[in-house]
């Protein structure tokens, strides 16, 4: 059967993203933030996943204000980078695979998680720089990828909660699908900043400390936490850090920390990475 072998939390900062493209990881500035990376990309290279499933946030690339959908799932054979603005990332086209994509999308519905399905659909930083921050610059991504695109632009969001129930929802769906898959999930976005307004550039370093720790050590508070809470301690972007709670509940009742990056500044965003495994028994 499938399963799930870890869980990546990361930001999707789109400087990152710019730094990579145009060469200047090795800046003075950029340097401290991407030394911090080897590491995840060795946990990568070496846990070689068949599939990942990238949890992350449209930005106004595939959706506008006139379709807000709650979660969306991508089920095509493929996904082009979108043009935001100044023309696409020159990164690889993500690859699908629409026949797990399909399963968990069925399943879910099914089980009253109310789930768009896109046959057709761009992706934008918030997928494409997570991948440049765990896999570099390779010609081609080294796996499959479902997109699971969510609302956090739009006031409601989903909860913390809800995020974490799917999550649980896609471990169990994952495991039930008949092919021998080792599958990470991504939760990204975030960490605390803000991006208009008069705390325009807030970062909450503690803040954003606590969060990876509680991932480890206490997922339940974080499930608990409502959305004014971010708001006031990470800024109005701060909600993205929901979608990290998609990858948690993935991951079962029992997890560890098998590493860890934070960094400030990265552009106006503090940037944390953590990798996580779900304890065996």
Same mark, same amino acid.
Request: charged share 20%.
């Given at each position: ?181 080792? @599958?990470?999930?991504?939760? #990204? +976005?975030?960490?605390?900043?803000? *991006?208009?307004? &008069? /705390? ?63 960094? @400030?500044?990265?552009?106006? #965003? +503090?940037?944390?990475?953590?990798? *996580?495994?779900? &304890? /065996?028994?």
């Amino acid at each position: 059967m499938a399963r799930i072998v870890g869980g990546v939390g990361t930001s999707h900062v789109p400087a990152i993203g710019a730094a990579i493209d145009n060469g200047q990881t090795g800046s003075d500035y950029w340097a401290p933030l991407f030394a911090g990376y080897e590491g995840a990309r060795k946990w990568m290279a070496d846990t070689k996943p068949d599939v990942a499933i990238i949890v992350y946030n449209d930005h106004a690339s595939a959706f506008s204000l006139r379709l807000i959908p709650t979660f969306v799932i991508g089920v095509a054979d493929n996904f082009p980078p979108a043009d935001e603005g100044y023309g696409p990332r020159d990164v690889p086209t993500v690859q699908g695979h629409p026949d797990l994509a399909w399963h968990l999308v069925e399943n879910l519905i099914l089980s009253e998680f109310d789930i768009t399905i896109a046959n057709e659909m761009p992706v934008d930083h918030g997928l494409t720089v997570p991948l440049s921050i765990m896999c570099g610059q390779p010609q081609a991504w080294p796996c499959p990828v479902i997109p699971l695109c969510v609302n956090v632009i739009q006031y409601p969001p989903p909860t913390g909660k809800r995020c974490f129930d799917l999550g649980k929802a896609i471990a169990r769906f994952v495991e039930s699908f008949d092919e021998d898959l080792r @599958v990470v999930i991504f939760g #990204t +976005g975030g960490m605390s900043h803000q *991006l208009q307004g &008069e /705390r325009a550039g807030i970062i909450n370093a503690e803040f954003d400390k606590q969060f990876l720790d509680d991932l480890t050590a206490d997922a339940q508070k974080l499930t608990e936490r409502p959305h004014v809470e971010y708001m006031r301690e990470a800024g109005t972007e701060g909600i993205e850090m929901v979608m990290w709670l998609v990858m948690r509940g993935a991951l079962g009742d029992s997890v560890q920390e098998v590493y860890r990056h934070y960094h @400030v500044p990265a552009s106006n #965003t +503090g940037a944390g990475l953590i990798i *996580l495994e779900p &304890e /065996r028994t």
